[in-house]
């Protein structure tokens, strides 16, 4: 059961645990997925999260499990680490109808209404007017819950992101923003496009309280979602936080990644928040190497069995493809 009620990081053995679990099967999988990617097992557009994983488990550590999640297409690791089962995601990055979006969705468009994960979105910025909207509905309802809403810098330049900051703050609604800033928008590095690179101090201006955190320490993000989740349910309005961070792939499969040194890309590995994490856990004895060896041998498991539930799944019948698409002749047939 997870420990919601504090506003601080307990860094008990099994919450270490837990920690490091989440970020290794998330890191696993995608590997996993690259694999199945060259086989053309799992096709269409393909981004990855390895090296930004710290962010997601550290957040989603601090929220309760109604409290919904809208992300973006970079969102792989946001549904594990709230729980969707690993074979309803991995059937959906192949596109058959056992998958969490029936496979209409693939890697882009992860969702589960059962999970209240309210989906990948494949627009820039798309999700924060969403999360506003839950907010408001939630507000309007008497519930309290918290939405938190992930998105990278580059959606920072987008109009949708200004309107969501500004609605969020000016009704003072439940929201919890989280930027994940890896320092390039596909390859538009931020200190090539933006005056003021502080993603943090945008959120300052609409009177938003925010924080700028190391995106590559699970403690650091957790401890920072924490103090903002625990604000925000105290009906203090929304919180922002930058989480800075870094993706050690390339934007998505389709890109040869040479806008960046490679030496800029070593450099961050050296941070690498798994084995970071990892590391440092064995040197304060919280955790006994074999731990590790453990985690991986069943996260392995994990992985054998999703792939197997994703390969034996079937295709949606041809003849239901129009199911739930709606023409404008069908629309007047009715
Ligand atoms: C409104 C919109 N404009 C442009 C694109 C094309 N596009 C896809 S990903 C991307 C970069 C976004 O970067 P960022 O928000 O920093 O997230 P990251 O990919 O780094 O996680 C762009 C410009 C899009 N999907 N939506």
């Known amino acids: 059961m997870k420990n919601i009620a504090n506003d601080r990081v307990h860094l008990t053995r099994d919450h270490t645990l837990e920690l490091l679990n989440q970020m290794t099967r998330i890191r696993r999988f995608e590997e996993k997925c690259v694999e199945l990617y060259t086989q053309e097992k799992i096709r269409g557009f393909l981004h990855l999260y390895i090296g930004e994983e710290a962010t997601a488990v550290g957040v989603i550590s601090a929220l309760a499990e109604d409290e919904a999640i809208v992300a973006t297409y970079r969102e792989h690791g946001h549904a594990l680490a709230r729980g969707l089962p690993m074979e309803e995601v991995m059937a959906e990055m192949y596109g058959k109808v056992t998958g969490c979006s029936r496979g209409r969705g693939g890697s882009m468009h992860i969702f589960s209404a059962r999970h209240r994960f309210l989906g990948g979105n494949a627009i820039v910025a798309g999700g924060l007017p969403l999360a506003v909207g839950l907010a408001l509905a939630d507000k309007m309802q008497g519930i309290e819950r918290v939405t938190c809403c992930f998105f990278g810098e580059g ?18 609604l439940p929201v919890l923003f989280v930027c994940e800033n890896n320092l390039y928008a596909m390859g538009t590095a931020l200190s090539r496009s933006q005056s003021n690179p502080s993603i943090s101090a945008r959120a300052t201006v609409y009177g938003i309280g925010s924080e700028a955190i190391d995106g590559m320490s699970v403690v650091d993000v957790e401890a920072a979602a924490r103090r903002a989740v625990h604000a925000v349910r105290r009906g203090e309005g929304p919180r922002f936080i930058e989480a800075k961070t870094y993706r050690f792939r390339a934007h998505s499969m389709f890109d040869p990644d040479l806008y960046r040194e490679k030496a800029e890309i070593e450099a961050w590995k050296k941070r690498d928040p798994v084995v970071l994490f990892a590391n440092w856990a064995v040197s304060a004895a919280i955790l006994h190497p074999d731990d590790r060896q453990e985690i991986e041998a069943k996260v392995a498991q994990e992985i054998d069995a999703a792939v197997a539930f994703a390969e034996a799944a079937e295709w949606e019948p041809v003849e239901d493809l129009t199911r739930d698409v709606i023409t404008p002749a069908a629309e007047l047939a009715r």
């Open 155 to 172: 959606a920072a330049a987008e109009g949708d992101f200004h309107e969501a900051l500004n609605l969020a703050a000016l009704w003072h």
